[in-house]
C-alpha cells in the first residue's frame, strides 16, 4: 500500500456528518491520530476508512482504487484482506478460548487449518500470550483481552489498523503497555489509525488529524523537549 486518499466531499448536506474531509492522504507506515469532541465525525471518518460506511460523494481510494462505490460483498472481501480492527470494548467472544477468537476472521481468508494455526499461534506469541492460548477472554486482564484483540487484527496480516479508542477502558499502566505495542507494530511497517480523546496518546503518534464540526486539519504535534546534559565537575582531588 502506497497511500490511502479519503475524498469525501459531503459539503452538499446539510446534515452531513463529515461536510468537508478532504482530500486527506494517509501514506504507508504512518501511525495517525484521529482527535476530536463526541459528534465530530470521527467514528464517521473510521467507518469510511473501514469500508462500514460509504461516502454520500466524493472518494476513498484504497491502493489505487475507488472502493468508495464498490457493492457490499467486494467491499466485505476487501474488508477482511485489507483492514484490521481494534475496538475501546475489546470485542472478544466470551465463550471461545483465545486461539480460537484470533481464528475467526481467518476463516473467511480461505486458508488451511495449518496456516491459520500457524497465524494464530505467531501472533498470540507477537502479543505475549502465546502460552495461554486456551485461556477464555475472562481469566484475562483489560490490557491483556486488548493485547488478544491486536493479535486478531493482526493475524490477516492487514494493510493497515483502524483502532477506536484502544485504551478506553484500560487504566494509566495498562493503556501505556497498549500503546507500546502499537508503537513497536507500527515500526515493523504497519499503518495505524487510532482515534483517541486521550492527547497524550495522541502526541505519540507521528501525525494527528483533528476533527471538529466535520471538518478535518492536520494538527502539528508539539516539539520534543530537548534535555541539555549538565556539564560534568572535574573530580575532587584528595
Not at 79 to 104: C, E, H, M, T, Y
Request: overall charge negative; aromatic content about 4%; charged content about 25%.
Amino acid at each position: 500500500m502506497r497511500e490511502i486518499l479519503l475524498d469525501p466531499d459531503c459539503s452538499a448536506r446539510r446534515d452531513a456528518v463529515l461536510e468537508r474531509l478532504g482530500p486527506t492522504l494517509l501514506l504507508a507506515g504512518e501511525f495517525i491520530a484521529v482527535t476530536g469532541p463526541s459528534g465530530s465525525g470521527k467514528t464517521t471518518f473510521l467507518n469510511i476508512a473501514g469500508l462500514l460506511e460509504s461516502p454520500t460523494s466524493g472518494s476513498y481510494l484504497l491502493d489505487g482504487e475507488d472502493v468508495g462505490t464498490l457493492n457490499d460483498a467486494r467491499r466485505s472481501r476487501i474488508r477482511n484482506q485489507k483492514v484490521g480492527f481494534i475496538f475501546q470494548s475489546f470485542n472478544l467472544i466470551p465463550d471461545l478460548n483465545l486461539a480460537d477468537n484470533v481464528d475467526v476472521p481467518l476463516r473467511y481468508r480461505g486458508w488451511s487449518g495449518a496456516e491459520r494455526r500457524r497465524a494464530v499461534g505467531d501472533m498470540l506469541d507477537r502479543v505475549g500470550l502465546g502460552s495461554r492460548s486456551n485461556y477464555l477472554p475472562s481469566q484475562l486482564s483489560g490490557g491483556q483481552q486488548q493485547r488478544v484483540a491486536i493479535a486478531r487484527a493482526l493475524a490477516g496480516k492487514p494493510r493497515f489498523l483502524l483502532a477506536d479508542e484502544p485504551t478506553g477502558n484500560l487504566d494509566s499502566e495498562m493503556a501505556d503497555a497498549v500503546m507500546g505495542l502499537l508503537e513497536d507494530i507500527n515500526a515493523e511497517g504497519t499503518t495505524i489509525v487510532m482515534v483517541t480523546h486521550d492527547p497524550d496518546l495522541a502526541q505519540r503518534a507521528q501525525r494527528n488529524i483533528h476533527i471538529l464540526d466535520g471538518r478535518a486539519s492536520d494538527v502539528p504535534l508539539a516539539p520534543v523537549a530537548q534535555v541539555t546534559p549538565m556539564p560534568q565537575r572535574e573530580a575532587a582531588r584528595v
